[in-house]
């Protein structure tokens, strides 16, 4: 059992490090690590209700994630195109790393809602949103993989 608990702990660490690496998917590890760590501990410490809580934390950091940026942009006035070009963006950004994945949806989004209106100020305004999103999803995503290695701390020592 105790490959699993070096396994469990592996899974968090990588997980921690996925949070600043955009090609580790972070709080999916963490979530994967406190699994294993249940496992091999016959989910003594690391019961099914904390397993329950710990994955709802996992999808609010998905859904955070996932729908932020959009949500930032349309409530910063961007229209489908804008929305288009924010989603565009994370896909074109992907293979640029962190960069690309905050800098791409901002430019996309610009982009397509100037194309849609040469109105700079409008498509800035996209742009604007789409950041707002970014950073309050991160911060969503942060909280929920430091809320989730708390808890499995909280589990095991105490």
Do not use: C
């Not at 997980?15 to 963490?30: D, E, F, K, N, Q």
């Not at 929920?144 to 499995?152: K, R, S």
């Amino acid at each position: 059992m105790a490959s699993l608990h070096v396994l469990g702990v592996a899974l968090i660490v990588a997980g921690l490090v996925g949070l600043v690496l955009p090609l580790l998917p972070g709080t999916a590890l963490i979530y994967l690590g406190a699994i294993t760590l249940a496992a091999a501990d016959d989910f003594s410490r690391i019961g099914w209700p904390m397993l329950v809580f710990l994955g709802v934390l996992f999808l609010l950091s998905l859904a955070a994630d996932s729908a932020a940026s959009l949500l930032g942009a349309k409530r910063f006035g961007a229209s489908r195109w804008g929305l288009a070009g924010a989603t565009l963006g994370i896909l074109l950004g992907l293979p640029f790393g962190l960069l690309g994945i905050v800098l791409g949806p901002i430019v996309g989004a610009v982009v397509l809602e100037w194309l849609r209106e040469p109105n700079l100020r409008q498509a800035s305004r996209a742009g604007v949103g789409v950041l707002v999103g970014f950073v309050v999803g991160t911060a969503v995503k942060y909280a929920a993989a430091l809320t989730m290695v708390g808890a499995i701390v909280l589990a095991y020592f105490l």
